[in-house]
């Protein structure tokens, strides 16, 4: 098989690339290891309001026909972010956004490229780079620009030469059944040392999970969501927790290497402080696939996407990863120092925290 553009991976990130590359007149083929997409879904679901998102990327040119979502995949509004600290103090945070329902999210977005344009293969897993060409389990794929949308373990990225993500954390979630108020609530201490736990609000359940960081933990992901469920006496009706690794330290350093590019959490465009990353995807993914489809159409130099991304994202991901840093160094080593450094920041500074903002002048 050939073709202009491959993009490994059929999340947001690797939709939005294949849309606006095809969009362009490239051949584009995305392919994803998984026979449905979106699932099972591995993430909280949560979708910050545009007006939050431009306060992020206030730089990035029309998102709100970017980031659009159809009615009927918003699922519940928010009303703001609870931070509980370990002693159960609650500072309330001004935030508006909404949950989704990801699977379908994620199925729109591939559709959405698909009616652009692109070729959409399922069940096709991406194995390695030899020669020029991409061995998949079904088959090898000849391409002129490749593009990693596979995640924050990126087979792509690897293959490519460039760096990996260092010291993402493990986190897991499943779903609650009951009545929650309209708020995101992040618990931080003991259950989840070094990151938080979370209830994320949908219709009449909830995403409930636990992430945490290694170097602080002396437990078991699974021993802490254990903790976790019951303390606030969940009833879990998901079949089994679903995982995934989350980029803790901002961009990896290069995300272009001779014609190839990775994007989405094969990046670190990642939120450091709260693993978000469904807007830097989209965002990132359409900046992706336009210079992919303009280096084929014009010859477009590839390095124009890092250039083009740093412009665009840069600033506030590394603000967070900076404010990451600061908080594993003076917060998380203990529940009593994660206590007092929320009560030395308060409400100000945690929103700051909040919403990628620096906690100091």
């Given at each position: 098989?050939?073709?202009?553009?491959?993009?490994?991976g059929?999340?947001?990130?690797?939709?939005?690339?294949?849309?606006?590359?095809?969009?362009?007149?490239?051949?584009?083929?995305?392919?994803?290891?998984?026979?449905?997409?979106?699932?099972?879904?591995r993430?909280?679901?949560?979708m910050p309001?545009?007006?939050?998102?431009?306060?992020?990327?206030?730089?990035?040119?029309?998102?709100?026909?970017?980031?659009?979502v159809?009615?009927?995949?918003?699922?519940?509004?928010?009303?703001?972010?609870?931070?509980?600290?370990?002693?159960?103090?609650?500072?309330?945070?001004?935030?508006?956004?909404?949950?989704?329902?990801?699977?379908?999210?994620?199925?729109?977005?591939?559709g959405?490229?698909?009616?652009?344009?692109?070729?959409?293969?399922?069940?096709?897993?991406?194995?390695?780079?030899?020669?020029?060409?991409?061995?998949?389990?079904?088959?090898?794929?000849?391409?002129?620009?490749?593009i990693?949308?596979?995640?924050?373990?990126?087979?792509?990225?690897?293959?490519?030469?460039?760096?990996?993500?260092?010291?993402?954390?493990p986190?897991?979630?499943?779903?609650?059944k009951?009545?929650?108020?309209?708020?995101?609530?992040?618990?931080?201490?003991?259950?989840?040392?070094?990151a938080?736990?979370?209830?994320?609000?949908?219709?009449?359940?909830?995403?409930?999970?636990?992430?945490?960081s290694p170097?602080f933990?002396?437990?078991?992901?699974?021993?802490?969501?254990?903790?976790?469920?019951?303390?606030?006496?969940?009833?879990?009706?998901s079949?089994?927790?679903n995982g995934?690794?989350?980029?803790?330290?901002?961009?990896?350093?290069?995300?272009?290497?001779?014609?190839?590019?990775?994007?989405?959490?094969?990046?670190g465009?990642?939120?450091?402080?709260?693993?978000?990353?469904?807007?830097q995807?989209?965002?990132?993914?359409?900046?992706?696939?336009?210079?992919?489809?303009d280096?084929?159409?014009?010859?477009r130099a590839?390095?124009?996407?890092?250039t083009?991304?740093r412009?665009?994202?840069?600033?506030?991901l590394?603000?967070?990863?900076?404010?990451?840093?600061?908080?594993?160094?003076?917060?998380?080593?203990?529940e009593?120092?994660?206590?007092?450094?929320?009560?030395?920041?308060g409400?100000?500074r945690?929103t700051?925290?909040?919403?990628?903002?620096?906690?100091?002048?």
């Open positions: 098989m050939k073709t202009d553009i491959l993009v490994v059929a999340g947001p990130a690797g939709s939005v690339t294949a849309r606006f590359a095809a969009e362009k007149g490239a051949r584009v083929t995305l392919i994803e290891r998984r026979p449905e997409i979106g699932v099972p879904v993430c909280g679901e949560l309001s545009c007006e939050e998102i431009k306060g992020f990327y206030p730089s990035v040119p029309d998102l709100d026909s970017l980031l659009y159809p009615k009927d995949l918003r699922v519940r509004e928010m009303e703001g972010i609870r931070l509980i600290d370990p002693k159960d103090r609650c500072t309330e945070v001004e935030f508006t956004g909404y949950t989704t329902d990801r699977d379908r999210y994620d199925q729109y977005l591939a959405e490229a698909v009616k652009a344009g692109a070729d959409l293969i399922k069940g096709c897993a991406f194995k390695n780079i030899r020669n020029g060409i991409a061995e998949t389990s079904e088959g090898d794929i000849e391409y002129k620009v490749i990693g949308a596979d995640g924050p373990s990126s087979r792509v990225a690897r293959s490519l030469g460039l760096p990996k993500n260092m010291n993402p954390y986190a897991v979630t499943a779903q609650a009951g009545d929650f108020e309209p708020y995101v609530t992040m618990y931080f201490g003991g259950i989840a040392p070094g938080y736990s979370w209830i994320i609000p949908k219709a009449g359940c909830a995403n409930v999970g636990v992430g945490f170097k933990a002396d437990g078991t992901l699974d021993g802490y969501f254990e903790k976790f469920k019951n303390i606030h006496d969940f009833e879990i009706t079949e089994k927790l995934k690794y989350v980029p803790s330290e901002g961009p990896i350093a290069r995300t272009v290497a001779g014609n190839g590019m990775v994007v989405g959490d094969a990046a465009h990642v939120i450091s402080v709260s693993g978000g990353g469904l807007p995807a989209v965002i990132g993914g359409r900046i992706c696939g336009q210079v992919a489809a280096h084929i159409k014009e010859g590839l390095s124009d996407y890092e083009e991304w412009r665009a994202m840069l600033k506030p590394k603000t967070a990863a900076f404010n990451k840093k600061l908080a594993d160094m003076f917060a998380f080593r203990s009593r120092s994660t206590t007092i450094c929320m009560s030395i920041l409400k100000r945690l700051k925290l909040i919403k990628c903002k620096r906690l100091f002048p």
